[in-house]
């Protein structure tokens, strides 16, 4: 497509459910970020996919947070047993290579209650 | 450590009034340079980026970026400011090898404009 896509873009869940949310990236970017943004504050990087490497994971917060990516198609953020601490906007961005810059997709708003 | 400093937390300025938001890094080499632009309830818009060159950059929206290897600086201005441009604004750079993939951001800078 013309731009990142992120599905759903908003997601009401109970605390203790499981959620999964998807980014579509720009078709041939290799590269995908997802990044956690808490209300009024900054990115917070949770983790990064380039091409076929190993995952760079430094920024998830817990092992409730996991996330896969098939290739350099579809990524699936996954977050088990949600606390209300997860509530947040979550972003995905995607690039060819880090300085072509990175486009963002608009995020899911998901709140946890 | 490797970190990207955004001084301001919040401004406020006049509608026509001049604007510059800073942005410092801390690299032993030249980083990739980046400004973003994030509207209330939005994703992240690029507004320009520096690669290499003339180290004044234009952007889109009417913004430009000045890179300062002395000072390590990358500080965003646009001569300006619109109502439209109440926002929060994000510096990231881009650096090769190192943590967290390879994109880092500061920690934003919101504009509020008085009419």
């Known amino acids: 497509g013309a731009g990142v896509s992120q599905s759903p873009s908003n997601k009401v869940t109970e605390k203790g459910k499981d959620v999964e949310l998807r980014c579509d990236p720009i078709?041939?970017?290799?590269?995908l970020y997802w990044y956690r943004q808490r209300l009024g504050q900054g990115l917070e990087f949770l983790i990064y996919?380039?091409?076929?490497?190993?995952?760079?994971k430094s920024g998830l917060p817990s092992d409730r947070f996991s996330a896969e990516r098939t290739g350099e198609s579809v990524s699936t953020l996954t977050i088990q047993r949600t606390q209300q601490e997860d509530s947040a906007v979550y972003l995905c961005?995607?690039?060819?290579?880090?300085?072509?810059?990175?486009?963002f997709g608009s995020g899911t708003r998901l709140t946890v209650v | 450590a490797q970190s990207v400093t955004q001084p301001d937390i919040h401004i406020t300025v006049s509608e026509g009034a001049s604007l510059e938001l800073r942005c410092n890094y801390s690299?032993?080499?030249?980083?990739?340079l980046f400004w973003y632009v994030q509207s209330p309830g939005q994703g992240l818009q690029l507004l320009l980026k520096?690669?290499?060159?003339?180290?004044l950059v234009q952007g889109i929206k009417g913004f430009e970026a000045e890179f300062k290897r002395s000072q390590s600086s990358f500080n965003l201005r646009k001569p300006s400011v619109h109502w439209s441009d109440a926002a929060e604004y994000f510096c990231?750079?881009?650096?090769?090898?190192?943590?967290?993939?390879?994109?880092?951001f500061g920690k934003g800078t919101k504009l509020s404009v008085k009419p």
């Open positions: 961005a995607s690039s060819y290579g880090g300085h072509y810059g990175y486009t």
């Open positions: 078709s041939g970017h290799t590269a």
């Open positions: 996919f380039q091409g076929n490497s190993a995952p760079d």
């Open positions: 690299y032993g080499a030249t980083p990739y």
């Open positions: 520096y690669f290499s060159g003339d180290t």
């Open positions: 990231a750079v881009v650096l090769y090898g190192g943590s967290q993939g390879n994109l880092i």
